[in-house]
């Protein structure tokens, strides 16, 4: 048998995996960050044409002053080719970049920029004129040499070393979030030198006058102002900075496809644009005289609600309908799911359980199964090989669930493949192959698959020799069978050494042999059974079973599981359990009782023609001697009214089938089985007839019951619906000292 | 089974023979419910009839529904103990006129 490699586990799932980044978004970024590049390495250039060629428009295209030094624009246009030289940086493994000529380029422009802010800087601080302003164009355009106003503002310069810093970081390690932190305060500075600007806040965009009033004391040290034009190139550079990186550190979100792209996308600018817009409505109000004041402020502010209140709403709306689909979905996918397990345990149910047999003379089965969830990775399996001879298998696989059950499945065919494996290959082909054996072949098989996948399954195989009054039974690591011994009135528990199958493919099984006498019980349970709790905890244990079984032990199979079931779920507090619950009893009854005087077969085809030929068999079997004749007319009516019935209502009338009936007569009873292929019927189902005479029909199951002492629905061991119908020679009171039926 | 029908005065009398049971009911009902669509005096003879089954006791259950409805009268008579027994079972002896012999159940008629 090949063995397939062992079951994958899980990746853990990262968040990269299930949100991407919005291809379109992507693209659009690049296109702005690489338009902002070029804007400034255009402007850059055209200042210092226009200082060489001494155009005054394009001189000034940054400042709108006569006065203004080209170091700026310089600076800008480095910049601005450093962005484009670090556009599309693809970063190895370890998030180092490796030196490429463009690289070595974009840092060479990046410090130059840096270093024109921190000489500008070392000049403020140091009240110190190193030359640098006029160092492009050698003659001062102004008359009085070079003053403060030439400099470029204190906050552009600030800003050109902080954007040549996150530059120069970018060159090294292309996705560190500190370069965009760096950007965004840029962008702060920048867009406060442009409110500054927009609302005539002089301070904020850097013309400061140290030492109180200005105009009187012209000669004390006047900052520059960071005019309009520098301050939106320098804010659409940091821009441009944290466009260049859509899928890292804080862009990573506003790209992405998620609904938190989606929000921070609507908000984001709604965020700057309203404050900004209405603290400028706000101003400007002040400025007229059409509306006071505070009545100004108010309408703004109330303007301001609407406005934000309003992209809060579209944005509430759009996560709304996100979420409304996704629960959708889930709910699709939990139905779907909750479909196949539907399915699942209907073909468990239907195709996959066996019965119990009901028609042995020797022995009452009972079963018993409550999966833990619908699919049950518990299985029975009853092996009828001889009326004397009959093999009980009960397992448990470990988890539950789907791939229990399919394991379970599996499991009962490689047992069955290895007894008729073990039959075909064996000498002698009237005895049957030891258990031991049975479970050794199959475990061969199974085990290295079952190692795969991590589980295994624990097994007890019973084989009950009649013949021999003995038990022969082999434990694979399950719980101990409890064999009630009615002789001495105590339960013995039956524990074998073996493992579970599916943990050693090389292991070889041992089995034990106990006898077995008459009014014995043996009680087959899984885990689910010893190991349901209480809600505190507490397990409801092996000795609470034995008990119960030793209590009950003279009970009917059928009766003894409805209480066992009644205990654990009075125990449990709960009609479902945590585990697959599975117990299957036995109960031995005397087999060496007389068996019948006569017995005789017949087949039928299902036309109710034949109702007549049924009713003259029954007569002639019963007649003689065992009944009364009152008695025979009884049974034949019941007989008439069940083959009717399986004609009318299993076979819906079709007369091309067949019905099977035996007859055995009993010194003391006449048994009368009807074996059919239609469908079943619940004579629970069947509501009591009404004898007023407003129904016509439908007494057929009532006659039935009238007319026998005993009837029985069931699916025999061969998979047939049976009804059988026991009819005693003596009153029902006078036959106590009966066991049970002989059915 | 064999049905017979005949006039005797004024009252019909239907004989059974055999066996009434599943195969034969419906034959039962095409030749006797018919007689019923009019107000008639009705006699069925089961003197004959070695078993019935239920849905041959419900066939006689529809006679007599038939009959009530359109005001005619249905008596059954020459039951042997086990049809008898049938019957009980049923308890139909409550709901249907039931007479112990064809003379009986003629003479009551007339």
Redesign the interface.
């Given at each position: 048998m090949n063995s397939l490699p062992a079951v994958e586990k899980f990746e853990p799932v990262a968040a990269s995996d299930v949100v991407s980044a919005n291809p379109r978004i992507i693209w659009w970024l690049k296109a702005i960050s690489r338009a902002i590049s070029v804007l400034a390495m255009t402007v850059g250039a055209l200042v210092v044409i226009g200082g060489v060629l001494d155009i005054a428009l394009l001189k000034n295209l940054l400042t709108g002053q006569e006065t203004a030094s080209p170091n700026a624009a310089i600076a800008i246009g480095l910049i601005g080719v450093a962005l484009w030289q670090l556009q599309d940086g693809e970063a190895d493994n370890a998030g180092e970049v490796q030196l490429k000529p463009r690289h070595r380029l974009a840092r060479l422009c990046a410090m130059g920029a840096a270093l024109i802010g921190l000489v500008t800087i070392a000049e403020y601080i140091f009240d110190r004129d190193l030359g640098v302003d006029h160092l492009l164009f050698a003659e001062p355009q102004s008359s009085v040499g070079t003053s403060m106003m030439d400099r470029m503002a204190p906050g552009t310069a600030v800003s050109l070393v902080i954007l040549g810093g996150a530059l120069l970081q970018m060159s090294r390690r292309m996705e560190h979030w500190s370069t965009q932190v760096l950007a965004l305060a840029v962008g702060w500075i920048a867009f406060l030198a442009c409110l500054g600007h927009l609302y005539g806040a002089e301070l904020l965009y850097g013309v400061v006058c140290i030492g109180g009033d200005c105009e009187a004391t012209s000669n004390l040290p006047r900052y520059a102002a960071v005019a309009l034009p520098t301050a939106l190139m320098l804010g659409l550079l940091a821009y441009g900075l944290l466009a260049s990186r859509p899928h890292d550190g804080l862009m990573k979100i506003i790209s992405s496809d998620s609904t938190g792209g989606l929000v921070a996308r609507r908000i984001l600018p709604a965020a700057i644009v309203f404050p900004t817009a209405f603290g400028w409505l706000n101003v400007s109000l002040l400025d007229t005289d059409f509306i006071q004041p505070d009545l100004g402020a108010a309408l703004v502010a109330g303007i301001d609600v609407i406005a934000v209140g309003g992209v809060l709403w579209w944005s509430s709306w759009s996560l709304y309908r996100i979420d409304v689909q996704r629960r959708l979905t889930e709910r699709e996918l939990a139905q779907v799911r909750e479909r196949e397990i539907e399915i699942g345990y209907r073909i468990q149910r239907t195709l996959l359980f066996d019965y119990p047999p009901h028609d042995l003379p020797w022995a009452r089965f009972a079963a018993l199964t409550i999966p833990s969830d619908r699919i049950d990775g518990d299985f029975f399996d009853f092996l009828v090989h001889t009326d004397r001879q009959i093999d009980v298998i009960l397992g448990d696989v470990m988890g539950k669930g789907v791939p229990a059950a399919l394991l379970g499945a599996a499991t009962k065919t490689h047992l069955l493949r290895a007894f008729s494996h073990l039959i075909a290959i064996g000498n002698d082909r009237a005895s049957l192959p030891e258990p031991k054996d049975i479970i050794t072949l199959a475990n061969s098989h199974i085990a290295n698959e079952l190692i795969a996948l991590d589980s295994f399954v624990t097994v007890c195989y019973a084989r009950f020799d009649l013949d021999r009054d003995r038990l022969i039974f082999v434990d694979c690591g399950h719980t101990h069978t409890i064999h009630y011994q009615q002789q001495t009135g105590n339960c013995v528990l039956l524990a074998g050494e073996n493992m579970p199958l599916g943990l050693d493919a090389h292991e070889i099984y041992t089995q034990y042999e106990i006898e077995i006498m008459p009014g014995d019980l043996l009680v087959f349970y899984s885990d689910g059974v010893t190991e349901a709790r209480t809600r505190t905890g507490e397990l409801f244990g092996v000795e609470r079973l034995v008990d119960l079984v030793q209590t009950h032990a003279d009970l009917d199979p059928e009766e003894l599981t409805k209480r066992l079931r009644a205990a654990v779920e009075a125990f449990s507090g709960s009609g479902s359990f945590a585990d697959d619950l599975t117990c299957v009893s036995v109960k031995l009854k005397e087999h060496r009782l007389p068996g019948p005087l006569r017995r005789a077969e017949m087949a039928i085809s299902s036309?109710?023609?034949e109702?007549?030929i049924v009713?003259d068999f029954v007569e002639q079997m019963a007649s003689k001697g065992v009944l009364s004749v009152?008695k025979v007319?009884?049974l034949?009516?019941a007989v008439?009214?069940a083959a009717?019935n399986i004609?009318?209502h299993a076979y819906d009338r079709r007369p091309d089938r067949r019905i099977e009936l035996d007859v055995e007569v009993f010194a003391d009873r006449v048994v009368v089985r009807l074996h059919h292929l239609g469908m079943s019927f619940d004579p629970q189902q069947v509501s009591a007839?009404k004898?007023?005479?407003s129904?016509?029909?439908g007494?057929?199951i009532?006659?039935i019951a009238?007319?026998v002492d005993e009837v029985r629905y069931y699916v025999d061991d061969r998979g047939r619906n049976c009804i059988a119908l026991v009819k005693w020679a003596d009153q029902p009171d006078e036959r106590r000292s009966h066991d049970a039926s002989d059915i | 089974m064999q049905v017979t029908s005949e006039l005797v005065g004024n009252v019909h009398l239907v004989t059974l023979d055999g066996e009434l049971d599943a195969s034969n009911v419906t034959y039962f009902k095409e030749m006797v419910l018919p007689l019923l669509a009019s107000p008639i005096k009705l006699v069925i003879d089961l003197s004959g009839i070695r078993f019935i089954d239920s849905s041959g006791m419900g066939a006689m259950i529809s006679c007599q529904r038939h009959a009530a409805a359109v005001g005619g009268r249905l008596k059954l008579c020459g039951m042997s103990p086990e049809v008898r027994a049938s019957f009980e079972l049923l308890r139909l002896q409550s709901i249907l006129d039931i007479s112990n012999t064809r003379e009986e159940a003629l003479q009551s008629f007339a």
């Open positions: 036309d109710l023609k109702l007549a009713r009152d007319n009884s034949k009516r008439s009214e009717s004609i009318i007839p004898f007023d005479g129904q016509e029909g007494f057929g009532y006659i009238q007319s | -």
